[in-house]
């Protein structure tokens, strides 16, 4: 089975903090990536890797940096939290087949808030 | 721009079938994937559709018709366990767009 693992289930941080989000993988996968959820408006991707050291953007990268050293690690920081940053984060990570392409695992999700 | 649209909410009553539509208009299109996400957990994979027409999965099936940028997921014998919220999602070249979910609420 895949797993994927994030550092925290809840988190609760203050405004201007550094926040760490920690995600590690075990099935050897190429593709890694960071999503926020909110109400009423699905998945949104904060940004993805292919490889190690690669990190692109996705649709909504500001405010965050991503690093990923290791194949099965992929972190996500909030360089100064803010409040607008309050969400579910996801994480996920993948492999390509040809059968169903790009199918995503996700971990459990951080529920983080910033007061 | 890209966007998918599904339902909010759909309601069903428990041993019902219902359908949750979804139309998508992105730049990319490889195929179309349905995840399912019960309250407080993680999206998990159900099912997905790369040609046009009807894939079957036991209770679940997914039908996709490209040339009308079209897709629906299809849930039969509806249980309570049913119960969650549902998301289609556009193979875009090795990203997944995403819907912003349908929530099925099933009713005894």
């Known amino acids: 089975d895949v797993k994927v693992t994030q550092s925290s289930r809840y988190l609760v941080k203050r405004t201007g903090e550094k926040v760490f989000l920690e995600c590690v993988q075990d099935?050897?996968?190429?593709?890694m990536f960071w999503y926020r959820q909110d109400p009423g408006l699905g998945l949104r991707l904060i940004y993805f890797s292919y490889d190690v050291k690669m990190k692109e953007k996705g649709d909504i990268p500001e405010g965050y940096s991503v690093s990923r050293e290791k194949k099965e690690r992929f972190s996500l920081i909030l360089e100064s939290a803010s409040t607008n940053q309050t969400s579910m984060y996801l994480c996920a990570s993948s492999f390509y087949n040809s059968g169903t392409r790009e199918t995503q695992y996700f971990g459990p999700g951080t529920r983080l808030l910033v007061l | 721009g890209q966007s998918l649209e599904q339902p909010s909410e759909v309601t069903a009553v428990e041993g019902a079938i219902v359908q949750i539509n979804c139309t998508y208009q992105t730049s990319g299109f490889y195929g179309l994937s349905w995840y399912q996400q019960h309250d407080g957990g993680a999206p998990t994979f159900l099912s997905y559709?790369?040609l046009d027409g009807l894939e079957e999965t036991g209770r679940f099936s997914s039908f996709l018709s490209r040339s009308d940028s079209y897709g629906y997921l299809l849930l039969q014998e509806l249980q309570m366990k049913d119960s969650a919220s549902y998301f289609c999602a556009v193979d875009s070249n090795y990203q997944l767009i995403w819907g912003a979910g349908t929530k099925l609420i099933i009713k005894p």
């Open positions: 559709n790369g």
């Open positions: 099935m050897d996968h190429e593709n």
